[in-house]
Nanobody
Framework: QVQLVESGGGLLQAGGSLRLSCAVS????????MAWFRQAPGKEREFVAA????????YYADSVKGRFTISRDNAKKTVYLQMNSLKPEDTAVYYC????????????????WGQGTQVTVSS
């Protein structure tokens, strides 16, 4: 089993920055990819970004390219999402997810999920 715990969410104004963290524990040998998804009220869960533990390769949704950066610290088994130039439309619960392939951008392709952390951006 793999356990994921997100942290770092909060309330901030548009244009601000925030860094989310996802601490990973458990049997992670089959989980090369880590991703961030988000879900706004009344909307489907949406892919944000993903990274490969082994290669560091990254993959982003078009809506966040140039503003968000995903990174990982293999020694700490932690994945980060640096979010800059935040917009009100970025408001959502952000989830960390683990799966086999970093270019997977559908929620059903990921096996493990955290509990989510709320990010609220005011205008």
């Amino acid at each position: 089993q793999v356990q994921l715990v997100e942290s770092g969410g909060g309330l901030l104004q548009a244009g601000g920055s925030l860094r989310l963290s996802c601490a990973v524990s458990g049997r992670t040998f089959s989980t090369d990819a880590m991703a961030w998804f988000r879900q706004a009220p009344g909307k489907e869960r949406e892919f944000v970004a993903a990274i490969s533990w082994s290669s560091g390769s990254t993959y982003y949704a078009d809506s966040v390219k140039g503003r968000f950066t995903i990174s990982r610290d293999n020694a700490k088994k932690t994945v980060y999402l640096q979010m800059n130039s935040l917009k009100p439309e970025d408001t959502a619960v952000y989830y960390c997810a683990g799966g086999p392939y970093y270019k997977s951008n559908h929620a059903y392709e990921y096996d493990y999920w955290g509990q989510g952390t709320q990010v609220t951006v005011s205008s």
